[in-house]
């Protein structure tokens, strides 16, 4: 029930393309719903976050979808770009029962083609 | 916006020594950080919590005697892989919430080898 389940595992874009990354989970507590980047050798970098009374949250050429009756999100990349080109965690968090603790997906690999 | 360093980034010891990894917050308090360790292409695997002037929390399965955590001040942790093996070669990294939501600032990452 902690779980929170990424797909697909790896993606390749052309560039200019949409990248659509999809998350689901179990957890009607989760209250926090943030999406990290991650380059090779470097630790991840919170992308965007949304809360699940809110349905979409656009920054610049990200947006997340959210879809609380389903328990699924999404990340969507308008325009992607060769430096888009990292991992992407989708991540939730439950701060009445888990405090600052967040749990991860699995990950999805992003290639955008150039 | 929220800063975490890590030192070093990248270590090199033999199987047997003990290695430090030290996780900063460089421009905000954390009573709170976490490490984590990730497995080339895998996600991050939370090790434990560290909680300044408190014991750390440690996840099931990660063992509190090899895997030593320090939180000595509010903008200080540091995590002791003690009587390393190579197969804890992995990279650690830390992190800190900050901010109205708390969201995660994590550090660059320490990449460790052990021969």
């Not at chain 1, 209250?31 to 610049?60: C, H, M, N, T």
């Not at chain 1, 997340?64 to 969507?76: E, G, P, R, V």
Request: proline fraction near 5%.
């Amino acid at each position: 029930q902690q779980q929170v389940k990424q797909s697909p595992q790896s993606l390749i874009v052309q560039k200019g393309g949409i990248s659509i990354i999809n998350c689901a989970y179990e957890n009607t507590a989760f209250d926090y719903f943030p999406w990290y980047q991650q380059f090779p050798g470097k630790g991840p970098a919170l992308l965007i976050a949304i809360r699940p009374d809110v349905s979409e949250k656009k920054e610049g050429r990200f947006t997340i979808s959210f879809n609380k009756s389903a328990k699924q999100f999404s990340l969507h990349i308008m325009d992607s770009q060769p430096g888009d080109s990292a991992t992407y965690f989708c991540a939730a968090r439950n701060r009445a029962t888990g405090g600052f603790k967040t749990i991860f997906g699995a990950g999805t690999r992003l290639f955008v083609k150039a | 916006g929220a800063v975490v360093s890590q030192h070093p980034s990248w270590v090199i010891c033999k199987s047997g020594t003990s290695v430090k990894i030290e996780c900063r917050s460089l421009d905000f308090q954390a009573t709170t950080m976490f490490w984590y360790r990730q497995f080339p292409k895998q996600s991050l695997m939370l090790m434990a919590t560290s909680n300044e002037g408190s014991k750390a929390t440690y996840e099931q399965g990660v063992e509190k005697d090899k895997f030593l955590i320090n939180h000595a001040s509010l903008t200080l942790s540091t995590l002791t892989v003690t009587s390393a093996h190579p197969e804890d070669s992995s990279f650690y990294i830390c992190s800190a919430p900050q901010g109205p939501s708390y969201e995660q600032y994590f550090g660059p990452g320490t990449r460790l080898t052990v021969t």
